[in-house]
């Protein structure tokens, strides 16, 4: 037997022992009646997934121009004249970016306090409900209460004042943060799961060295589980630039994007504006603006952006190869993250 | 013995760094829970005057609450009845039949998927199958919701519901397609990939042995699939029921695109037409409601709304955790 069969041969235990094909003849009628709902249920999956995607690209590239990808939007009843969604992009950049600052480094640091500490025992526990609640709490409920924090009167400066002194309470930052905790329970939750799996003896080889614990987790563990940490915070910028809820609660419904004062980029976070997902609803018959077309084009160009976040997910994951349990993808394991933290 | 002297300062200073490690990472977390206890105390702070005007009557039915809304936008009190006067039952009846529904239909789906996808599906149909339905979890409710008011909800209006239909509720509301049914169909598929990466996780989880044992007793493998498979994972099929309940409950953008915005209850006893009438769920309130939050009475409305929202969604999700602790006395991790 040469090294090239061996190779060839699918690892042992990587496949559950199974027949080429089902054969259901001799199987009761009911059973048989199951068996093919099954098959009729995953096909259709497929296809509803397909006519999604297709009907998708259809109207994206019927409607999108490149002219709307580099203008900004602008209030008019006629459609030629009404802009692209230049602005709506760079929202969705800046809200995705400044959530994903905050909530990387805040995430893995629960994480490894979680996993690697944990101690006392009781405040873990509370921490990792708390946690569940917040990756279970509806997004128009964060909205809402991050439009509380936002308009208190000491945190003005990350929006705007009225003449009056009113703090707004809406702006980029506002949402950016609000953003943070929609993507922290997915960064913890990925974290975790890539620090549960490394073994013990990773550690004891460290601690041996006489490392301590926190120079192992630094050092050791933490670029060990590098393409874990990077899927979770993957997961977490799509779930960020797919909410509209938030968005549309703590920007407002302008679609400009409206600076405060003079510095460049702060002065952008501290006014409002748009991203894609708001300008898409905006401009659905939903909105005020009931431009289908845009709509479609927007949501195309979003879309694009979701598909290219699903397959950076399925490459960071399937680097270490499939996993042994019945062939699913890692990613596809993590889809309960997608939504909330619920992990092991 | 500098050496000694030496090596002892080092390991008291390092350790000292690995306690300050271990408190400030402790700390941050602190910093978080604190940050999420206050989101659930400002949420059910700033919701108190709703509830303990109208009390338990909150929840009951009574008079239109779309008027109510927009008597407290005016600032204009209904005759007769304080600014805060709310009757929340239609929101809320919209929210039980959009979720219930979507729910219910997911679960036979899901499961079926589940099986399909551990068992049945030859290796390059599930190689398929994996990504379509992470794709599925990833597109945002935006786009699914811009699909669901320009195709389904006008095909609906068009070639579903037929004229006779419309004409015989026309004096009570009109039937545009965007209604319950539009609602709970797209749902469904939101639901959908949670509820079939739980229950497959599980399931593929089931030690292979516990299957064998069974095929070798003479068991056709539907059967097997059915009593120790899907009979081991349960606790995780519960997970996945409870969990999508929870993001069901909190879907706020779609609802508010397809279910026709308006707060009105369907009574079941009509039939089919029910379904094709519209609702608002508490969440699309929510979300419809946002631009009026400078209005106290209104403000403090939309908040107990969303109380409502957080306190149901925080112990679905917290049940959903517990039930799935079940799996690992199997010794399954999913």
């Known amino acids: 037997m040469s090294t090239a069969q061996l ?94 600052v905050i909530a990387a480094p805040l995430g893995v640091a629960i994480a490894a306090w979680l996993s690697e500490y ?48 009113a703090v707004y309470g809406r702006s980029f930052f506002a949402a950016g943060a609000i953003m943070a905790v929609l993507a922290l329970p997915l960064i913890v939750g990925a974290t975790r799961e890539g620090l549960a799996q490394l073994p013990d003896r990773l550690r004891e080889a460290s601690f041996a060295l006489g490392r301590t614990r926190a120079t192992t987790i630094r050092r050791v563990l933490l670029p060990a589980i590098r393409a874990d940490i990077a899927t979770g915070t993957v997961l977490g910028m799509g779930r960020i630039i797919g909410d509209t809820a938030i968005i549309r609660i703590l920007l407002g419904a302008a679609l400009t994007i409206q600076p405060v004062g003079h510095v460049p980029l702060i002065g952008a976070l501290r006014g409002t504006g748009s991203t894609l997902t708001s300008y898409v609803y905006e401009n659905s018959p939903a909105g005020e603006g009931n431009a289908p077309q845009k709509a479609y084009a927007a949501a195309f160009v979003l879309l694009l952006i979701v598909l290219f976040l699903n397959g950076i997910v399925t490459w960071l994951t399937n680097r270490g190869g499939q996993s042994e349990r019945g062939g699913l993808s890692r990613a596809f394991r993590l889809i309960p993250y997608w939504s909330r933290l619920n992990g092991p | 013995m500098p050496s000694r002297s030496l090596s002892y300062t080092r390991r008291w200073a390092t350790g000292r760094t690995d306690r300050r490690v271990e408190r400030s990472l402790g700390a941050l977390a602190v910093v978080v829970l604190v940050f999420i206890v206050a989101i659930l105390a400002t949420v059910l702070v700033k919701a108190w005057p709703s509830f303990s005007h109208n009390g338990l009557s909150w929840f009951g039915p009574g008079g ?56 049945f599906a030859p290796p390059p149909v599930r190689r398929m199958l994996d990504p379509v339905i992470r794709l599925l979890a ?197």
Request: with cysteine.
């Open chain 1, 118 to 165: 944990a101690r006392p025992a009781w405040l873990a526990r509370t921490v990792e409900s708390a946690l569940e609640i917040i990756a279970g709490a509806p997004s128009v409920v964060l909205a809402l209460f991050g439009l509380l924090i936002f308009a208190q009167n000491f945190l003005g400066f990350l929006s705007q004042r009225a003449a009056s002194g």
């Open chain 2, 64 to 119: 239109n609450v779309d008027t109510q809304i927009r008597a407290m936008a005016e600032s204009k009190p209904l005759p007769g009845h304080s600014i805060y006067y709310f009757r929340a039952w239609p929101l809320i009846w919209g929210t039980l039949l959009t979720t219930i529904f979507a729910v219910l239909i997911a679960l036979v789906v899901s499961i079926l998927a589940a099986i399909f996808l551990t068992e």
């Open chain 2, 138 to 334: 990833g597109v945002p409710s935006v786009i699914y919701g811009l699909i669901g008011i320009l195709v389904i909800a006008s095909y609906i209006e068009h070639h579903v519901i037929s004229e006779a239909r419309k004409a015989s509720v026309a004096y009570v509301v009109q039937l545009n397609g965007k209604d319950v049914m539009t609602a709970t169909l797209i749902l469904t598929l939101m639901i959908l990939p949670i509820m079939v990466a739980i229950t497959a996780n599980a399931m593929a989880a089931v030690p292979l042995s516990w299957r064998e044992g069974s095929l070798a007793l003479g068991v056709n493998r539907w059967r097997t699939i059915w009593r120790v498979s899907l009979r081991t994972a349960r606790p995780a099929i519960v997970a996945a029921t409870i969990l999508a309940t929870a993001r069901a409950l909190g879907e706020a953008v779609m609802l508010a695109m397809v279910s026709g915005g308006r707060g009105f209850a369907p009574n079941l006893l009509d039939g089919i037409t029910a379904l094709f009438e519209p609702v608002r769920p508490l969440a699309a309130t929510i979300f419809e409601n946002s631009e009026g939050l400078t209005i106290p009475a209104l403000a403090h409305t939309v908040y107990a709304i969303g109380a409502v929202l957080l306190v149901s969604a925080a112990l679905l999700s917290l049940s959903g955790w517990a039930s799935k602790q079940r799996l690992k006395r199997y010794g399954i991790r999913a």
């Open chain 1, 7 to 100: 190779a060839s041969a699918p690892p042992s235990g990587s496949t559950i022992a199974r027949a080429p094909r089902e054969r259901t003849n001799s199987w009761p009628l009911v059973d048989r009646v199951g068996y093919w709902l099954c098959w009729t249920v995953g096909i259709s999956l497929c296809l509803i997934a397909l006519a999604i995607v297709l009907f998708m690209l259809i109207k994206g590239i019927s409607y999108l121009r490149p002219s709307l990808l580099v203008r900004s939007p602008a209030p008019s009843q006629v459609q030629s004249q009404s802009g692209g969604f230049l602005d709506p992009i760079e929202g969705t950049l800046l809200v995705a970016g400044l959530g994903t």
